[in-house]
Each structure stands twice: as C-alpha cells, then as structure tokens.
C-alpha cells in the first residue's frame, strides 16, 4: 500500500526517506527530509518509514543544519 500523502516513507530503490507530496502520473513525488528537491519514485519502490528511519532522517538533518550545510 503507497503512503498517504504527508506521511514519511522510503524510497527502497534509492534508500532516501523522504515525505510523501504527491502523485503524478504513475509517480509518487517525495521531498527530502526537512526540504530540498523533490524526487519521483516507483509506487512498488515506496515503503512506509520506520520510527526509527525518521528518527535518523531527522537526527541527519538537525546535524547538517547545525554544520550549516542547509538553512
């Protein structure tokens, strides 16, 4: 079952997690933890993310923004 809109999940097929924006056309788009570009993934490649996948995705993030690699 492909994720709802809004909620977090993994693209399996490319190993980033990301949420879940939208449909178009046989696509899920899915953007980046925290922002950034969105991506198009295989519906049949997209997973619903584990606590612990968002929890590092978000941990990622937080460490980045703190580098000041993203705003």
């Known amino acids: 079952m492909t994720p709802a809109v809004g ?3 993994v693209d399996t097929r490319s190993g980033r997690i990301g949420v879940v924006m ?7 788009q899915m ?4 922002g950034g ?7 049949d490649d997209v997973r ?10 978000a941990t990622a993030y937080v460490n980045a923004r ?4 993203v705003p």
Do not use: K, N, Q
């Open 22 to 28: 939208g449909f178009e056309g046989p696509y899920v």
């Open 66 to 69: 703190s580098r000041g690699e």
């Open 37 to 43: 570009r969105e991506w198009d993934a295989e519906p």
């Open 31 to 34: 953007r980046p933890y925290g």
């Open 7 to 9: 909620s977090y999940a």
């Open 48 to 57: 619903h993310a584990t606590a612990a996948e968002r929890l590092c995705a």
